[in-house]
């Protein structure tokens, strides 16, 4: 099983609009290193959604439940998408700056390419931020 992170703007789609639907395709990416991630994602992978922009937190767990396909909003096929669904929201969301400070997460894609809005994560620090999220 592999460990993975989505970001969203909560203005634009936040997790309760994933809940609200219940299985999504995650679209839109036009950024090639997401493209490979999408592509590299398994079903039954789990996954941490994250919003973005406003409140910069981890506020739940998906997981992978269709592998790549083409990205039916656009005709372009050089975009991909998957399909997940929610599995929990956190009791708690975990902040960027909680993340930031905890020196075992110091290398994780999220901090260092922050701009990447699907990204791999390591199977210790996917723990360590559920962890966080229950205390």
Avoid: C
Wanted: hydrophobic share 35%.
């Amino acid at each position: 099983m592999n460990y993975w992170l989505v970001k969203t703007e909560p203005e634009t789609y936040s997790w309760d609009d994933f809940v609200t639907l219940g299985r999504d395709h995650w679209d839109g990416v036009r950024n090639y290193a997401a493209r490979k991630h999408m592509k590299d994602m398994k079903v039954d992978d789990l996954v941490l959604f994250y919003h973005s922009n406003k409140g910069k937190d981890v506020v739940g767990i998906a997981k992978v439940v269709k592998e790549f396909y083409q990205d039916p909003t656009t005709e372009d096929d050089r975009w991909v998408v998957v399909d997940l669904e929610p599995v929990k929201k956190l009791q708690r969301g975990v902040t960027l700056q909680e993340i930031k400070e905890d020196e075992r997460l110091k290398d994780i894609a999220l901090v260092k390419l922050q701009r990447l809005s699907v990204q791999p994560v390591p199977r210790e620090a996917f723990h360590i931020i559920i962890e966080k999220s229950e205390k």
